[in-house]
């Protein structure tokens, strides 16, 4: 049997438009809020995890990155891992985590991602960051796969993904008779929600009729349905039993029940049983020993609206073509059955690749503690988050799912 593991403390920096930040110091906001809210110092780290995706290409800074962002913390001579996973680079930085508690290597470890993705003046640098998240020597058959999807040809000003994404909605479209307007639904509850987050990078609630009319980017998606470039941070101290005994936030430390990282596969474009989102939720329930009806709250990848539709389907939070009429019925908005993106999500909330998948974490754990505010979900015991990163043949190159339990 395993060791079991847990989150003892967890922060997130505001996100949005940081110019006066850097790496460095986005990093120390969140290491050091992360430290206060497990009770604990740097003496106490014996291992780090450091996820960062843009960092080599936007300002030239490689290969040592995490060494080089903690050591003004005073955070030097422990094992300190870089690590890239395109978008799901946070949260696969916890699975290796994970790992080397359940060896019995260490007790107290650091999980931190931060990124700096705001560069007016280098939009070439930004839009090839971006592509590079897909197969540089095939991009004929990216193209390829946005035609067979029925999307259209990339446009000039908007990342290859939004292209992507809209091809892969268009197709839901004519398979279930997904309406824009269910689009349009899912970025409206989570703007709302992300007016109740005060790190939101967005706060302005949105009703269905002005994401609507919001500004076009590829159809069927308006900006409002588009997460934006961010800046920001997330870090988290992950222990075993007895790392937890010997910090002071005993009370609040939230459990790890599953973590499940798998890559994409060879499989035709309209398998949906078979989607990296899937199959990493079905990886995860059975790590877990839990279904999704046990879910009560979760936070997935919508780094467009769409995206939030499929992993709802992918979870098994609803039947592949319900989810238009589910969210009429309000079941994926606060106070609905299973609340889905209560942060605001990727699109209100903002989208740091490199600390992504930490800060979907963080909205969790805050809700599991019950200290979520006006956004809180009542009596949330299981939480589920879906981070997901890149593109590779018909789907995310890699995605990881993962499942909290809220203390006793």
């Keep these: 049997m395993s060791r079991p593991a847990f989150i003892a403390g967890i922060s997130m920096t505001a996100l949005g438009k940081r110019p006066d930040d850097s790496v460095k110091s986005l990093t120390a ?6 430290l206060k809210d497990a009770g604990a110092t740097t003496d106490d780290i014996q291992a780090a995890w450091f996820s960062n ?20 913390l005073g955070i030097t001579g422990i094992p300190i891992v870089n690590v890239e996973n395109a978008c799901a680079s946070g949260s696969t930085a916890l699975l290796q985590a994970l790992h080397w508690i359940r060896a019995d290597a260490g007790d107290i470890g ?7 993705m705001v560069f007016p003046d280098r939009p070439d640098r930004v839009a090839a960051a971006f592509a590079g998240g897909t197969d540089i020597h095939d ?3 990216v193209l390829a796969y946005i035609r067979a999807m029925g999307g259209e040809p990339p446009g000039e000003g908007r990342s290859l993904f939004m292209d992507l994404y809209a ?7 004519a398979l279930h008779g997904t309406t824009q307007s269910d689009l349009a639904r899912i970025a409206a509850k989570n703007h709302t929600a992300a007016a109740l987050n005060p790190k ?3 706060r302005t609630p949105m009703t269905l009729d002005q994401v609507l009319a919001d500004k076009p980017i590829v159809y069927p998606f308006t ?3 588009c997460a934006p470039v961010s800046d920001g941070a997330a870090a988290m101290i992950v222990c075993s039993e007895a790392g937890l005994a010997r910090l002071s936030a005993q009370a609040r430390a939230v459990r790890i029940r599953a973590c499940a990282l798998l890559s994409a596969t060879e499989r035709a474009p309209d398998d949906l049983a078979h989607h990296i989102g899937r199959r990493a939720a079905l990886a995860a329930y059975e790590e877990a020993g839990l279904g999704p009806d046990t879910i009560d709250v979760a936070e997935v990848h919508d780094a467009t609206s769409y995206a939030e539709l499929q992993q709802i389907e992918n979870l098994g939070l609803a039947a592949p073509g319900s989810v238009g009429a589910r969210l ?5 908005a606060l106070g609905g059955r299973t609340p889905v993106n209560v942060s605001g999500g990727l699109v209100a909330k903002g989208h740091p690749v490199g600390a992504t998948g930490i800060g979907q974490l963080y909205e969790l754990v805050t809700q599991l503690r019950g200290e979520a505010g006006p956004r809180q979900v009542a009596n949330a015991r299981i939480a589920i988050a879906e981070n997901g990163g890149g593109f590779l043949g018909v789907e995310e190159a890699a995605t990881v799912v993962t499942i909290l339990e809220r203390p006793a």
């Design 29 to 34: 906001e969140a290491v050091t809020a992360a």
């Design 328 to 332: 009429i019925a309000g079941d994926f």
């Design 223 to 225: 900006r409002a349905m």
């Design 53 to 72: 995706t843009r960092q080599p290409m936007l300002e030239g800074q490689n290969t040592v990155r995490g060494q080089i962002a903690l050591r003004g």
């Design 167 to 173: 091809a892969q909605a268009r197709a839901h479209m």
């Design 200 to 202: 939101s990078q967005y």
């Design 139 to 141: 991009r004929e058959g």
């Design 110 to 116: 650091l999980v931190v991602g931060a990124e700096r």
